[in-house]
């Protein structure tokens, strides 16, 4: 195991979090440095995916957190799943992106709006790890505009739908057996008129068309998916028909709080790298940790990885009561794109300052300052880009 730095486990507990909160964190952190960390060389490498991580993440009782027990899930709340999130980024941020795919974005979004019946059909494999989730919302024309623009299509025909299009960069698309897909089932609708389904990786007019070769988050693979006359059982249709927004915004809203706990967890890693190379490296005689342009720059990234944690938090526990169909607007929607823009832009200076601090050493490939360097700059990008996040804000501060 790694040497853990000091300064990370003392501010972790700064926040005021409960014993058992704590014990989740840091029992998950314990897990990751011992069994995570160790793989992060080969996944950025040889872009690789460990295929035996989902089973055992779902022995350590980190998959379905949200879910009910009858499912095979936790019972527990969303923040936990922050907690779980922030300590397997802190020691293999390649994890966590797929982690928070197979467990927000499709089994936590599954849970809270699919019947019981597809519940019962497709949380207990979710839960065990025994089927990899992933969910497609983005496409080739439709980002940051993903309503709007979306292009794939869904239509009724008898027993099924009938999906066409194409979806783009897709966490965990390569590896997935089950899928939580967005289509316009109602053209005419504009920006409404979604619909969510969930397809199974085998269904007929399913495929991968590639996996794509990224400059961080390696490991975590990635994939663009085409859905060609795609049939999908008419009940793998998630809520109503048409009403699919709802599913999509309040999903979004959530994926940003957890996504920021990636930020958290990455940047009190690039944190204590930094601030251990500071006190052990020596120029002109001395440690670089004594020389005040280093100091400051440590000074700068304690603050922010501070602000960070605790803003996130409290996001993270606002969003413990958001019943079914909330979000999309009003205070959360605005505090959980305030806590990725803060989150993100943050780690992307500390893992920036943390390259500086450790100066030829760090412009190096293969060292984990160089792999969180690579990484950061995604999560201003996913999950709704800075400028996205700046527009929700703004929008719901002048909303009248
Ligand atoms: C590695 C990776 C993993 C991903 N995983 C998933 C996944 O699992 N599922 C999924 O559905 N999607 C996923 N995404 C997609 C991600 O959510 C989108 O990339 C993101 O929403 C931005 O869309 P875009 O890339 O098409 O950029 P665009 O929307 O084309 O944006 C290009 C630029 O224009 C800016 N811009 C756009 N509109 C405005 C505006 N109105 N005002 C100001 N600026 C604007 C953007 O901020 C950005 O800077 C992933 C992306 C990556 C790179």
New binding site residues.
């Given amino acids: 195991m790694p040497a853990d730095s000091f300064a990370l486990h003392r501010s972790t507990t700064a926040f005021a979090l409960s014993e058992a909160q704590q014990a989740v964190l840091h029992g998950a952190d314990r897990f990751a440095a011992a069994e995570l960390h160790p793989l992060q060389g080969r996944m950025d490498n040889e872009d690789w995916w460990p295929p035996h991580i989902m089973p055992r993440l779902a022995e350590m009782g980190f998959l379905g957190v949200t879910a009910g027990a009858a499912h095979g899930g936790a019972d527990a709340d969303f923040f936990t799943t922050g907690l779980i999130t922030q300590a397997l980024a802190r020691w293999n941020h390649a994890v966590a992106l797929s982690y928070v795919?197979h467990e927000n974005?499709c089994l936590n979004n599954i849970a809270r709006n699919a019947s019981v019946q597809l519940c019962n059909k497709y949380l207990p494999p979710l839960c065990a790890g025994t089927a990899v989730g992933?969910?497609?919302?983005?496409e080739p024309g439709a980002?940051?505009?993903?309503l709007g623009s979306m292009a794939t299509t869904a239509y009724r025909d008898g027993g099924h739908y009938v999906l066409n299009g194409t979806?783009l960069?897709?966490?965990n698309g390569p590896i997935a057996e089950i899928l939580l897909v967005y289509a316009k089932t109602d053209r005419s609708a504009g920006a409404r008129g979604i619909s969510a389904f969930i397809v199974e990786r085998g269904f007929s007019g399913f495929s991968v068309a590639q996996e794509l070769d990224?400059m961080g988050?390696r490991g975590s693979p990635?994939a663009e998916l085409v859905f060609n006359d795609c049939i999908v059982p008419a009940e793998n249709l998630v809520g109503v028909e048409n009403q699919g927004v709802a599913v999509v915004m309040s999903g979004l809203d959530l994926e940003r709080a957890i996504v920021a706990m990636i930020n958290v967890g990455m940047a009190e890693r690039a944190f204590a790298l930094a601030l251990d190379y500071a006190t052990t490296r020596k120029q002109f005689g001395e440690k670089i940790g004594n020389f005040q342009l280093i100091q400051g720059k440590l000074a700068d990234m304690y603050v922010q990885v501070e602000t960070a944690r605790t803003y996130c938090y409290s996001v993270l526990a606002a969003c413990n009561d958001l019943a079914q169909g909330e979000g999309g607007r009003g205070d959360i929607h605005k505090r959980t794109a305030a806590a990725i823009l803060y989150a993100a832009e943050a780690c992307t200076r500390v893992c920036a300052d943390a390259v500086q601090i450790f100066g030829g050493a760090g412009y190096m490939r293969d060292t984990e300052i160089n792999r969180l360097y690579r990484a950061t700059k995604?999560l201003e990008?996913?999950?709704?880009?800075?400028?996205?996040r700046k527009?929700i804000i703004a929008g719901e501060l002048l909303r009248i």
Avoid: P
């Fill in positions: 795919a974005l992933a969910l497609g919302l983005t980002g940051s505009d993903a979806k960069y897709i966490t990224k988050f990635t995604l990008i996913g999950a709704g880009t800075t400028e996205i527009l």
